[in-house]
């Protein structure tokens, strides 16, 4: 297959960026996938005096920083977000809603989500409760349909919902001002369950229930062993060993998604030997 890829990184933090580097240095050829601002928690960081060689930085210099370096080197990103990774043996399918894309070896980059599942979210996953709304909204036409967003970019999965749905709310779990279509309704208040029978009923909030079809909870990250099924975790992190191996052979992670502490350095460190590792894979194999 001619368009397959050496090296997928999923995830454009510190540990993506930095495999992404290392493993294009080894001249492989290499994907890269993640956010337009790179990492949501870089940008957030207020002042960084951790970062060796770059002291009192902010987290919006270190982006640029990092944005620079990347783009010097060639490297473009890839603006999409990954639902399902298949381990397929010799190979790994990548699949971003309908399309797919197909590497030799894997470096899971995706972060942590600090927040916990909401109550009933894991319960009714697959039964109302799903995490890529571009991928499921067809299955919701004509139908009612709640967002719970995390971030900004679930404001366009909300938009293009409300095309299909016969009604879309939109729940926030952030402060800033919305871009939302004039019919999707707005609703700011607190979660606190996603109930229902065999299937997602309604969502209950602090102040009143909302009765819906479906709900999408669009958070940075979604739980690994999720993302690529049989993959093993170990406290809520993706276990690997010294060599940023995981349990899948090929499959390699760097970063929060494998363990505290939850730093960059750290995270850049992790990301270059799994790019190191996984260069050693594919030309062993
Ligand atoms: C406010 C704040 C301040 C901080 N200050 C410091 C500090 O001073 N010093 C320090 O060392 N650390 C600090 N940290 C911690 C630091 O931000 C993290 O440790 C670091 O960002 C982890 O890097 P990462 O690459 O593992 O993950 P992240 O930076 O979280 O990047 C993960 C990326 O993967 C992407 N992604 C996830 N899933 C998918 C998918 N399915 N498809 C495509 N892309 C996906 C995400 O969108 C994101 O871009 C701070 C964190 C916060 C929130």
Known sequence: MSNRYDIAIVGSGPAGLSAAINAKIRNKNIIIFGSSELSGKLIKAPKIDNYLGLPD??????KDRFQHHVANMGIDITY???????AMGQYFGIAVNEKMYEASAVILATGIEYTKALKGEEEFLGRGVGYCATCDAPLYRGKIVTIIGYNKE????????NELAKKTYYIPMYRESLNLNENVEIVRDKVVEISGGNKVEKVILKSKEIV????????????PDK????????????????????????????????????????????????????????DKN
């Open 154 to 161: 679930a404001e366009a999965e909300a938009n293009y919902v």
């Open 80 to 86: 999409e977000r990954i639902n399902t990774i298949y």
């Open 227 to 282: 993302l690529v099924p049989g993959l093993i975790m170990e406290n809520g992190h993706i276990k690997v060993d010294m060599n940023m191996k995981t349990n899948i052979e090929g499959c390699f992670a760097a970063g929060d998604c494998v363990g505290k502490p939850y730093q960059y350095m750290k995270a850049a460190g992790q990301g270059q030997v799994a790019a190191l590792n996984a260069v050693f894979y594919i």
């Open 57 to 62: 930085i902010t987290g919006i210099q270190l």
């Open 212 to 223: 819906t079809d479906g709900v999408f909870v669009l958070k940075d990250s979604i739980a």
